[in-house]
């Protein structure tokens, strides 16, 4: 990271919260270390991504990975692209499928419903201000409900705030992601 900003103590919640990412994954993610110099702060960036990515919702795991994946590639934020697009391979087991979400999301062979989140996600990225009620009723015609498309909004708009973070700081993804999950490559 660009910045030199020094460890701050962690309150015993995230240090137990390290502690999980250690054993689960064998490592703590950069993102989570480049936002340790403020306990508040970690902990609030934490509770919301694990709230937006992993709790109940009408969204799958994947989808919502996929979501992170697409603004992340029209912002072509390095860190999440290289974090999440490794998510999309392990998440749909199809490592063809990472990549496509990597470079270009519209040559990925995607239903109808995956195409009408992806394409709002994209809109939302891109002109935010040219989206309408239209682009909610494309949604709704493809199946998601209102609490579907708030929390598509959301997920899209936590990837544009994290990736403005993450270039701003220059952030790097742990050399962890970069392999991950493509060992079944064709």
């Not at 137990?16 to 993102?31: H, I, M, S």
């Not at 742990?174 to 493509?182: L, P, S, T, V, W």
Request: charged share 25%; net charge neutral.
């Amino acid at each position: 990271m660009a910045l030199k900003l020094p460890p701050g103590e962690l309150s015993p919640e995230m240090q137990a919260y390290f502690r999980k990412c250690e054993e689960k994954l064998g490592y703590v993610p950069n993102v989570l270390q480049a936002y340790a110099f403020d306990d508040a702060k970690l902990k609030a960036f934490s509770t919301f991504y694990n709230d937006l990515m992993l709790a109940p919702s009408g969204l799958s795991k994947l989808e919502r990975e996929m979501i992170a994946v697409v603004v992340s590639s029209i912002n072509r934020c390095f860190y999440c692209l290289t974090a999440h697009g490794a998510a999309v391979r392990q998440l749909s087991g199809d490592p063809v499928l990472g990549e496509l979400m990597v470079m270009n999301y519209r040559a990925a062979r995607l239903d109808r419903r995956r195409r009408a989140m992806l394409d709002f996600a994209a809109k939302l990225t891109e002109t935010p201000d040219k989206i309408v009620e239209a682009d909610r009723e494309a949604l709704r015609e493809a199946g998601f409900s209102d609490r579907d498309i708030w929390d598509i909004a959301a997920v899209a708009s936590f990837f544009n705030m994290s990736n403005r973070m993450a270039s701003a700081v220059d952030m790097r993804p742990n050399h962890e992601y970069h392999g991950a999950f493509r060992a079944d490559a064709q």
